[in-house]
């Protein structure tokens, strides 16, 4: 969703180890048997798909081989918690991976050159991958793993991708071209005309509400500590971009939002540190969060808790965990030694189960009346 060029010129292939994370404050109550979240961590240096139980903090020790050279760089997980999709950048592909068995389908399938996100329509139908070097969104159906033979064309370099709630609309960040394309899902159109954002749109997340779409501009493919980013938000309903951008990010890369919508979280890759914005103002929190060495890809556990950050330069490579309520990081990075961790994705809570069956009423015992 993300890839500043400085980061794709530093992939390298890191050596495989199986140090795993411990369990500090910051580790999450467990939830019901089969219902864990599981972080999905991709690494470019290493080729391979690491995750991460939530609860525990606790990486497994074995991560998911995708092949040397697959460079993975976007996740998403199915809505009903089954498959996840990763994208091969190196490849030119999409590999999938049984989420239960952690087992990756040894038939990749082919998309666009270069390709670089993913998402995953609500009712888990469609995958929308951006193909950057074709500047082309390619549709993939779920169920048949079968791509569309035709590719949607979009703006110059897309990148980040996002689905609005609804699932009619997908927001694409074209970097090249400092707009964002917009697709109907039904009918795989893009808008004739996109919208201006700001200076190399690189991600973009949608408001559980639905309402606006929120925008990182890097301001250039390379981290200039002598340039400052920018985060654009759009009207969904309206196709307009707020006419003041918000400012103060050092080349920002990813964008998360809270699932209660309150807060949006924003990496800093040129500054090693994550942003916070109020959403309801649209105003930078001045104190920035610090973590490893360029944050790149992040995402927010599904019940709002925490949010992790994927180190796309640090050493031992990492991933951060920042407390959502304190805004503090854990002192204790989860440890990810495949190399070049970039993108993240939870496993969806389950769906809530059907309310217990009533208790029977336990009936009264008869008291005899007193006779004597």
């Not at 592909?93 to 998402?119: F, H, M, Q, W």
Request: charged share 15%; glycine share 8%.
């Amino acid at each position: 969703m993300m890839r500043p060029a400085a980061a794709l010129a530093a992939l390298v292939c890191a050596a495989a180890g199986a140090a795993v994370g411990v369990a500090p404050a910051g580790a999450q109550q467990a939830p019901a048997a089969g219902c864990e979240i599981t972080a999905f961590v991709t690494n470019a240096g290493g080729s391979s798909v690491s995750t991460i139980d939530v609860a525990t903090r606790t990486r497994d020790p074995n991560d998911i081989p995708l092949g040397m050279g697959a460079t993975p760089s976007g996740v998403a997980i199915t809505p009903d918690r089954t498959t996840a999709f990763v994208v091969n950048t190196g490849f030119g592909s999409v590999s999938t991976i049984d989420v239960a068995t952690r087992t990756k389908n040894p038939v990749d399938i082919p998309v666009g050159s270069s390709p670089d996100s993913v998402a995953i329509t609500p009712d888990g139908a469609t995958a929308f991958v951006t193909n950057q070097t074709d500047n082309s969104v390619s549709t993939i159906d779920v169920a048949t793993r079968t791509k569309n033979p035709t590719d949607i064309t979009v703006g110059a370099n897309p990148l980040g991708i996002a689905i609005t709630p609804d699932g009619k609309t997908v927001y694409v960040a074209n970097a090249n071209g400092d707009t964002v394309s917009t697709i109907d899902v039904p009918t795989r159109t893009k808008d004739p005309t996109d919208i201006p954002v700001g200076h190399t749109p690189s991600s973009v997340a949608i408001t559980r509400d639905g309402t606006t779409a929120w925008v990182t501009n890097q301001d250039g493919p390379f981290p200039n500590p002598g340039i400052a980013g920018s985060v654009s938000t759009i009207d969904v309903a309206t196709r307009t971009k707020d006419p003041t951008d918000i400012t103060g990010f050092s080349h920002p890369s990813s964008v998360a939002i809270t699932p209660d919508q309150s807060t949006a979280f924003v990496t800093n890759f040129g500054d090693d540190s994550v942003s916070a914005i109020d959403v309801a103002t649209r105003t930078k929190d001045p104190t920035d969060i610090d973590v490893n060495t360029h944050p790149i890809g992040l995402a927010i556990t599904p019940n709002g808790g925490n949010v992790y950050v994927a180190n796309f330069d640090s050493n031992p490579p990492s991933v951060s965990t920042i407390d959502v309520t304190t805004r503090q990081s854990d002192p204790t990075d989860i440890p990810v030694p495949a190399g070049n961790p970039v993108e993240i994705a939870f496993t969806p809570p389950c769906p809530p189960g059907p309310p217990p069956a009533p208790t029977p009423a336990t009936p009264l015992a008869a008291t005899p009346r007193f006779t004597g």
